[in-house]
């Protein structure tokens, strides 16, 4: 595949299939931990715990859903991908211009305010989260004097330049792991996971004053662990990563997927994660490392893990079905992530 195709394929076929799915009924998976559900709205702020009602059917059905968390900042999200931005006296403040939605996310800044985007902040270096930011930066010149100022840290700004990044770059970077920045009189801290699971740069947000998370790909709220632990380079680091991000001070988290997140939701994938891990364990005591191959039949030992791996999630998988088996995704997601944690467990003893 050519680098163009390899970049857009994906985030294509996703928008045409969104596209030909007919308006409908489905019912949505119940909540994980139990939240109040409200209507979506841009005027009337959540309440912390409060999540968006029918996300599944807003995100199949509407251009975009823009929620009010609080007096300043909002949840924005389509297509499944969620950021937030913070209005302030003077102008915005946009985390993440999200892939092929930068004139969506323009929109809805418009449709609450009129004032000017000053600041852009890459949470971490992935294209499906930062690679709207091109296409927003050519929309806003035709619309405002100055470009705003890109704010990344210096892990990000590194990777992207020894990846060759061909979505713009930070105009400011922050020291890694621990910095902060002042937008107007907020206080956004950045705390980067020196050992990360998702990717080596990936980090939290923390809007002090708003009491507001950010930190895209470090868990779907109202969901179990999404694919890959939501598409995680590494689950190893991951139980750390979730439990630094729920000691932290706020109120809202955006995970960048699912709904809009409080600490019940980090709470609830520590204890996934801690059952999941526990019939990964056993499973792995029970099942004979060859299981499933012919002896008789191979001239390479290379199928021998793989099937290993492969039964012992499907019998952790089986075990968590009676707790988790109604919950978002479940069936999709836990066998892969059911064998990410035999990995771990296979190599950290
Ligand atoms: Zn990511």
Not at 6 to 34: N, Q, W
Not at 44 to 58: C, R, S
Not at 113 to 118: E, M, Y
């Amino acid at each position: 595949m050519s680098a163009l195709t390899r970049i857009f394929a994906p985030a294509l076929l996703f928008a045409a299939m969104t596209a030909a799915v007919p308006a409908m009924a489905v019912e949505e998976a119940p909540s994980t931990v139990d939240a109040v559900y409200k209507t979506q709205s841009s005027t009337v702020a959540l309440q912390p715990g409060e999540k968006v009602a029918d996300l599944f059917t807003l995100n199949m059905n509407t251009d975009y859903v823009l929620q009010r968390l609080t007096d300043n900042t909002y949840w924005y999200e389509s297509g499944f991908y969620a950021t937030i931005f913070y209005v302030g006296d003077k102008g915005v403040l946009l985390f993440d211009p999200l892939e092929m939605r930068a004139q969506k996310i323009l929109d809805a800044i418009r449709s609450v305010t009129d004032k000017p985007i000053n600041t852009i902040v890459y949470s971490h270096d992935h294209a499906d989260h930062i690679s709207g930011t091109a296409e927003l930066l050519a929309l806003l010149d035709a619309s405002q004097k100055k470009q705003p100022e890109i704010i990344a840290s210096k892990a990000t700004a590194e990777k992207m330049e020894l990846l060759g990044s061909n979505i713009p770059r930070p105009t400011k970077v922050l020291q890694w792991p621990e910095d902060s920045f002042k937008f107007e009189n907020q206080t956004i801290e950045l705390h980067g996971f020196a050992h990360a699971a998702h990717t080596d740069d990936h980090s939290a947000w923390l809007m002090k004053e708003e009491r507001v998370l950010h930190a895209p790909d470090l868990l779907n709220s109202d969901q179990p662990p999404f694919w890959n632990f939501a598409g995680s380079e590494r689950f190893t680091y991951l139980v750390q990563n979730l439990k630094t991000a729920n000691a932290m001070d706020w109120d809202y988290f955006n995970g960048g997927h699912g709904n809009v997140g409080s600490h019940e939701d980090f709470n609830f994938h520590l204890q996934f994660i801690a059952d999941l891990e526990a019939a990964v364990g056993k499973a792995m005591g029970q099942v004979p490392f060859g299981f499933g191959v012919d002896m008789e039949k191979i001239n390479a030992h290379t199928v021998m893990l793989p099937a290993w791996f492969d039964e012992i999630a499907r019998i952790a998988t089986d075990e968590l079905r009676p707790k988790y088996g109604e919950y978002y995704g479940f069936e999709t997601a836990t066998p892969t992530n059911a064998q990410m944690i035999a990995e771990y467990l296979y190599s950290y003893r």
